[in-house]
């Protein structure tokens, strides 16, 4: 290390906590989610349960200890708009941040900050000293030592490791001696991050997404999957000669007919998800496993490849500015509350929640058509406001007192009773009023009327407009009882 190049480490200036800006390309972080509030961050931070047990340690350390700046903490300034953002160190500026302002936490772990936050005096917490280093390039070296898988401190994941890497690659491109300068690996090992990265992401592609269910590629586009099982497959002999993979330095070439290809592809990621196929496989288990997969048909003199060269079909690891956005006069052209609307969420609408349910439910919400579907759309509503209010009361700690105040056990408890409760004990101005109206049988848009689409068989109110209505309605308190994100607001 240059001591005169890194002169800056040594060197320690306060800055406030809640005007330093979170790393949003953190390799920590899952590069597919827009991170618009300190909220996005956390609940990206704390998907792993891991990654949240140790987080949630981290706070309670800093609310019963204080926080003791052992190690530095690293800002650079962006030169745009003049704001200190933090190069490492997020996970102890986000545990600060959450601890002065618990409302901001996401509601899966917001009752526990607040657990906490009430030990702190908030004002130890104002200010915080960190290096300033001269730009992030600068902080690269000292971000790498400090979360290599060498380090005995809390290092990245394997998938994390990989995505830095292929971020220095994104922004050196060719300079591969200026990677191995930072990261002090040798070129064939960040040939390799960069190629495993490549195979993972043609998971992403349309025709391989679209013949894997839901639920598939929602773990194999995880950060749990194991990545350690593609390495593994990819390099040995027998794979790439029965399925035509050739390795150029960064570059995938297949030399197969690239349906074929596809069809094995998908079979290995279904595999690896069932767990059928785990980190226990060697090198003498790779004939019998693609035995087991559909043929790949090779192709010496069709060179479909997964590298960019010769207009062939390519796997790119984008930045996310590079990424396919939509049309913004489309999302300014939607009309929001519009009775009339085709469907009954919006698209510009996103709902960031780890229950299954829940989250399909919005999805399938945002693409079915309203007036073909009325009747499963009314009771979809009713389901969505039971499901939202009773994780509402788990995420904010409130089953032990509504259980005490109804007398009951918290499943017996009806959703009326739960509604009651939270608008005398949690809710205040117009979402409280909201729920005083939905407990009125004579209001319009009342309970007594969601009930009715599941346990009646009346269809006189399942019709699009009425429920487009009934949704606009509830949508406010929905806003409260869940984290709704509106896409097409601008950024903080």
């Not at 785990?278 to 997964?306: C, E």
Request: glycine share 2%.
């Amino acid at each position: 290390m240059n001591n005169k190049n890194y002169a800056w480490l040594s060197k320690r200036t306060f800055r406030t906590v809640d005007e330093l800006r979170l790393w949003p390309d953190n390799p920590r972080l899952n590069p597919e989610e827009d991170h618009k509030y300190i909220s996005d961050y956390a609940e990206d931070l704390i998907t792993d349960d891991g990654e949240r047990d140790g987080f949630c340690d981290l706070v309670k350390s800093i609310a019963e200890m204080g926080f003791i700046p052992s190690d530095p903490i690293v800002v650079w300034q962006n030169e745009q708009n003049k704001k200190f953002y933090v190069a490492e160190g997020n996970r102890r500026i986000l545990a600060m941040k959450l601890l002065r302002h618990p409302e901001k936490a996401p509601k899966s772990i917001r009752a526990f900050i607040r657990k906490y936050a009430i030990k702190i005096d908030k004002e130890t917490l104002r200010k915080v000293s960190v290096s300033i280093a001269p730009s992030l390039e600068a902080a690269e070296w000292y971000i790498n030592q400090r979360n290599s898988t060498s380090s005995l401190r809390r290092s990245w994941s394997r998938v994390q490791q990989q995505r830095w890497i292929a971020s220095l690659y994104e922004k050196y491109k060719d300079d591969i001696d200026k990677m191995l300068e930072i990261t002090s690996m040798n070129k064939s090992d960040i040939e390799s991050y960069i190629r495993i990265l490549k195979i993972k992401d043609y998971i992403k592609k349309e025709e391989i997404r679209n013949l894997l269910t839901v639920e598939e590629f929602e773990k194999a586009n995880s950060y749990r999957f194991p990545i350690t099982i593609l390495e593994r497959f990819f390099g040995y002999a027998d794979v790439k000669k029965r399925w035509g993979i050739e390795f150029e330095g960064t570059d995938i070439r297949i030399n197969a007919e690239i349906d074929t290809f596809n069809k094995a592809f998908v079979e290995l990621i279904k595999q690896i998800v069932a767990e059928k196929i785990n980190t226990r496989m060697k090198a003498a288990d790779a004939p019998s496993i693609l035995d087991k997969l559909p043929q790949v048909v090779l192709s010496p003199t069709t060179n479909n490849g997964l590298n960019e060269q010769n207009g062939e079909e390519s796997i790119i690891i984008r930045e996310k500015n590079e990424q396919a956005q939509p049309n913004s006069s489309v999302v300014k052209m939607i009309m929001k509350n519009d009775p009339y609307r085709k469907r009954l969420i919006l698209s510009i609408y996103d709902l960031n929640t780890t229950d299954t349910k829940l989250r399909e439910l919005f999805e399938e919400l945002k693409n079915i058509p309203t007036a073909k579907y009325a009747h499963s759309t009314s009771a979809a509503i009713r389901v969505f406001l039971d499901i939202s209010v009773r994780n509402y009361i788990v995420a904010e700690g409130l089953e032990q007192d509504i259980c005490k105040q109804c007398k009951n056990t918290f499943s017996e408890i009806t959703l009326q009773k739960r509604l009651s409760y939270l608008k005398d004990n949690k809710l205040s101005g117009n979402t409280k009023t909201i729920v005083e109206k939905l407990l009125n049988p004579s209001n319009q848009f009342s309970l007594d009327v969601l009930n009715s689409f599941i346990h009646s068989s009346s269809t006189s109110l399942s019709y699009k407009e009425f429920l487009n209505r009934f949704w606009d309605f509830l949508f406010p308190l929905f806003e409260i009882l869940l984290d709704i994100k509106d896409n097409s607001l601008q950024d903080e």
